[in-house]
């Protein structure tokens, strides 16, 4: 019995005692696993780190092995090239692996297993990788207007909750808030009741969890309030000069149009339905033709009704261009 006991205090054990690690993303984390063998453990030393799912469903991965003197480190593609052993010979009896460049994801629960038969021993950590916060905006809400209610806001795009905020006014030689300010810390907002104008200055918010801080800042300006009344009226009265101008402008546009479809029209009807005049020498010289024609087929018998001829019918300057014109053939006739 004493020999069991002797041989159990004698065995393989893990001496290493740290079990939860917070880091912040980016950084690197040393996650122990030291050891002590026993003159009775033999066998080949195997290392093995495993990285334990949250879902009992799943089976757990390895991610690094020691085994007979050979580092396999292949296992896990999401920790390739972030993770090895701390000491480059591990059968010294320090297992410690070193996860460098800290990702959100690596959070989890890793557990080492040493083994060298017959001993066999394990230890689990638990490793939350937290982000610190970042693009942090600080805005303003209301009008900045002595006597109103302004809210000053603060939020962080990034950082692993929970998120507290501080708000503080930087004044020259002191750091303060208003007397009436109240400040929410974990929504960031800071109420400023009845402002006036001391409360214009800078105010800085510091965002902040357990690995980390980030800061923005904004101007405050508080004014007395604007004349609403006048720009009330100033907006009508400009309401109303474009609702004129707009108006003469419709009216002038009409007008002209009118006057373009009254032009056509008349140029239209002008075209179809007045037909041109005819000429008053081309209708006279055929009207003194047809009388010609009928005075040389008449008989003296007839003269008298060919002197009855109405030739007040014919145009004037006509007729005395035509006379003229029957004097000289009368003339070329009698000469011999």
Request: proline share 5%; net charge neutral.
């Amino acid at each position: 019995m004493r020999r069991q006991l002797l041989s159990l205090t004698r065995s393989l054990t893990i001496t290493s005692a740290e079990s939860a690690f917070e880091k912040a993303q980016g950084e690197r984390v040393t996650l122990p696993c030291t050891f002590v063998l026993s003159e009775e453990d033999v066998g080949t030393l195997d290392i093995e780190w495993v990285l334990i799912p949250a879902d009992i469903q799943k089976k757990e991965e390895t991610i690094i092995l020691y085994s007979g003197d050979m580092i396999y480190n292949h296992y896990y593609p999401a920790l390739a090239g972030r993770l090895q052993f701390t000491n480059s010979d591990p059968k010294s009896g320090d297992g410690s692996v070193d996860i460098l460049n800290l990702k959100s994801a690596d959070t989890g629960t890793y557990q080492c297993k040493v083994k060298k038969a017959p001993g066999v021993e394990s230890q689990k950590i638990q490793l939350r990788v937290l982000v610190k916060p970042a693009s942090t905006k600080c805005s303003i809400e209301g009008s900045q207007e002595i006597g109103k209610d302004i809210v000053l806001k603060c939020a962080s795009q990034e950082g692993t909750p929970l998120l507290y905020y501080d708000w503080r006014k930087v004044v020259t030689g002191t750091q303060g808030l208003p007397a009436t300010s109240v400040l929410n810390k974990n929504t960031g907002e800071l109420l400023l009741k009845n402002a006036s104008k001391d409360y214009s200055g800078t105010y800085s918010c510091v965002a902040s969890n357990r690995v980390g801080t980030d800061e923005c800042s904004v101007e405050l300006n508080v004014t007395p309030p604007i004349n609403t009344a006048g720009v009330i009226a100033g907006a009508i009265l400009g309401t109303l000069l474009g609702l004129a101008l707009l108006a003469v402008l419709v009216f002038c546009c009409c007008k002209k149009h009118r006057e373009k479809k009254y032009e056509k029209e008349v140029h239209h009807e002008i075209r179809e339905d007045v037909l041109p005049p005819k000429s008053r020498s081309s209708t006279a010289r055929s009207y003194i033709g047809s009388n010609r024609s009928s005075l040389g087929s008449m008989s003296p018998s007839n003269m008298d009704g060919y002197s009855k001829t109405p030739y007040s019918q014919v145009p004037s300057e006509d007729f005395e261009r035509t006379s003229g014109q029957n004097q000289t053939i009368a003339s070329s006739k009698l000469d011999p």
